[in-house]
């Protein structure tokens, strides 16, 4: 049974508003909100050499006065860009890291352990991931095509009324 309010209505439209609320993410740690200054890069690379010495994110938090999930997005940045000291001592850090949990589950795994071989699974995920296996391939073409003519693109009938 409609609102009395709408049944009333001679159009027969349901003109009530809708109730909800809008989020708007104003957080400083938005990924519009992060400049890549020189001061960011700064954190970013002291955030690496907190990571490298063991601390946590919360701590790296703590240390440089921010919350855990900018000290985990400073972490983050650095990995990805390369320019920042001490990220690639960190990747081999967590590289054999990833390598001793993978040693470490692998025997039980082949053997056909459920939660093995989930896990290693888990970790071969991770550790293609932080060697970049996942990157997208770079494909460059010249735009030549062989024997130096123009290309030539053939559609049939049925293609053409798409």
Do not use: C, W
């Not at 109730?19 to 909100?33: I, L």
């Amino acid at each position: 049974m409609p609102n009395k309010a709408v049944a009333a209505q001679s159009d027969g439209k349901d003109r009530r508003r809708k109730k909800g609320k809008k989020t708007v993410k104003n957080s400083s740690t938005s990924p519009r909100e992060i400049a890549v200054t020189a001061a960011f890069k700064r954190k970013a690379e002291e955030a690496v050499q907190y990571r490298l010495q063991g601390y946590t994110f919360q701590q790296i938090g703590e240390e440089l006065k921010v919350n855990r999930t900018y000290a985990y997005k400073l972490v983050r940045y650095a990995m990805e860009s390369q320019p920042i000291e001490g990220v690639e001592e960190l990747r081999s850090l967590m590289a054999a890291r990833l390598e001793m949990m993978l040693t470490a589950t692998l025997a039980d795994a082949f053997e056909g352990v459920g939660e093995s071989m989930d896990q290693a699974r888990r970790t071969m995920e991770f550790q293609a991931k932080l060697l970049g296996l996942y990157a997208p391939q770079k494909v460059e073409h010249s735009g030549e095509v062989a024997g130096g003519a123009q290309p030539v693109f053939v559609i049939s009938a049925a293609d053409a009324k798409l």
